[in-house]
């Protein structure tokens, strides 16, 4: 198994060198804490996606950039642009029926990243692509998936 994530960071290397660089996340990301529901409804997603500012006078309230939703195949959902709350600062909610799903954004630093995401029943899955911390938890580093450069943006799904 590791010798296949060396292969495919190996592959993404190799491809840095392209105008517009694409990562794409290996592990998919899930709620922070696996719970069985006994029947089928909605969770919740939240993409904490690179900040932005639309001009140099607006660079001191920075909001969280646009996204895109697709499902696990990789079709369009959803175009979200991820800004709600006072000046728009926060990112936005989305409620999600149960299942696998792919987020499309920007990724730090610049290019694109692909991470897929499993939302469950009454959980919350949380992606940070902004190099804000997650909460605590007591688990260990194996339970992270992180960037090729190493940075942390989420959970492990269960």
């Known amino acids: 198994?590791?010798?296949?994530?060396g292969a495919l960071i190996g592959l993404l290397a190799l491809l840095c060198g392209c105008e517009t660089q694409r990562l794409i996340v290996i592990d998919a990301v899930g709620p922070a804490h696996a719970m069985s529901a006994p029947a089928p409804r909605a969770g919740t997603?939240?993409?904490y996606s690179v900040l932005e500012s639309a001009s140099v006078e607006q660079s001191e309230y920075p909001v969280h950039s646009p996204y895109t939703l697709l499902t696990d195949e990789g079709r369009l959902l959803l175009h979200v642009g991820n800004r709600?709350?006072?000046?728009a600062a926060n990112p936005q909610a989305l409620s999600l029926a149960a299942g696998r799903y792919r987020v499309r954004a920007l990724a730090p630093g610049g290019g694109e990243v692909i991470v897929p995401v499993i939302i469950e029943s009454d959980q919350t899955t949380v992606v940070r692509?902004?190099?804000s911390a997650l909460a605590q938890r007591?688990?260990?580093s194996a339970t992270l998936v992180r960037l090729p450069?190493?940075?942390v943006v989420g959970y492990r799904a269960p």
């Open 1 to 5: 198994m590791s010798r296949v994530r």
């Open 45 to 47: 997603l939240i993409v």
């Open 84 to 87: 709600t709350g006072a000046f």
């Open 129 to 131: 692509l902004d190099g």
């Open 138 to 140: 007591s688990a260990e």
């Open 149 to 151: 450069d190493g940075q």
